[in-house]
């Protein structure tokens, strides 16, 4: 079995640029449970639209069908692709609104702030 090839971040970032929709693939690497990955943020951080899994827990981040696009199976996910490939300004509209979100409020400088003011909140107690 030959050695995993993967790519640099470099090259990860210029594929998102130059995708119209990302499809993610949201299972856990063990097991059938879904899971929210950086990648979901990264797509969305380079403007390309999101196709995730639906999952209760990607909806803490986004809203579907406003800022990311969710499918249930396979079919969904194919139908949806070929919906937004068709319809541009649409797809352009939530690949903007999904990007204004993160960077208002999914950037690692927001995150780190949450996570100090909970401990600050955490030790007042």
Same mark, same amino acid.
Request: with cysteine; hydrophobic share 35%.
């Given at each position: 079995?030959?050695?995993r090839q993967g790519? @640099?971040?470099?090259? &990860?970032?210029?594929?998102?640029?130059?995708? !119209?929709? @990302?499809?993610n693939i949201s299972?856990?690497?063990?097991?059938?449970?879904?899971?929210? !990955?950086?990648?979901? +943020?990264?797509?969305?951080?380079?403007?390309?639209?999101?196709?995730?899994?639906?999952?209760? /827990?990607?909806?803490?981040? +986004?809203?579907?069908?406003? /800022?990311?696009?969710?499918?249930?199976?396979? %079919?969904?996910?194919?139908?949806?692709? /070929?919906? *937004? &490939?068709?319809?541009?300004?649409?797809? /352009?509209?939530?690949?903007?609104?999904? *990007?204004?979100?993160?960077?208002?409020?999914?950037?690692?400088?927001?995150? +780190? &702030? @949450?996570?100090?003011?909970?401990?600050?909140? %955490?030790?007042?107690?």
């Open positions: 079995m030959g050695k790519i @640099s971040q470099a090259d &990860l970032i210029k594929i998102y640029n130059e995708s !119209k929709i @990302s499809l299972f856990a690497s063990g097991g059938n449970r879904i899971q929210v !990955k950086g990648r979901d +943020f990264e797509a969305v951080g380079c403007g390309s639209l999101l196709l995730t899994k639906d999952a209760k /827990e990607i909806r803490e981040y +986004f809203i579907p069908d406003e /800022e990311i696009v969710t499918y249930r199976d396979a %079919i969904d996910a194919s139908e949806k692709i /070929e919906y *937004y &490939l068709k319809n541009e300004d649409e797809r /352009e509209r939530i690949a903007r609104k999904g *990007y204004d979100r993160l960077i208002r409020e999914h950037t690692m400088e927001n995150r +780190f &702030l @949450s996570i100090l003011h909970s401990a600050k909140d %955490i030790k007042k107690k």
